[in-house]
């Protein structure tokens, strides 16, 4: 289980923030607005963080089905959106996680 707040700014790339992570990987390409990735396991489990995740009312990720895996999407190439919003975001994934 993933048991800490991931630092993005350290990652030369997108992988290297899911290595950090523990058991998230990436699960497309990478869009500059929109990440999609999931966690390790079964496409119920990351049913179950999608649901815990919006519940929380701390932010929002939608899902989509690439390759045929259910996947977690997350934007953050809005235009407002801060460094402090991915670490939040990063911190409640890495949180709600746990529960799953």
Do not use: C
Not at 3 to 31: H, I, M, Q, R, Y
Not at 66 to 88: F, H, K, N
């Amino acid at each position: 289980m993933a048991t800490g707040a991931v630092d993005t700014t350290v990652a030369a790339s997108p992988d290297e923030v899911w290595k950090k992570v523990g058991n998230f990987g990436g699960a497309g390409e990478l869009f500059p607005a929109i990440e999609s990735f999931r966690l390790e396991g079964d496409d119920d489990r990351n049913r179950a963080l999608l649901e815990l995740v919006n519940a929380s009312g701390e932010m929002f990720i939608s899902h989509a089905v690439l390759g045929g895996r259910y996947v977690l999407r997350l934007a953050i190439g809005q235009v407002s959106t801060t460094e402090e919003d991915v670490r939040r975001a990063w911190d409640v994934l890495v949180r709600e996680a746990s529960r799953v």
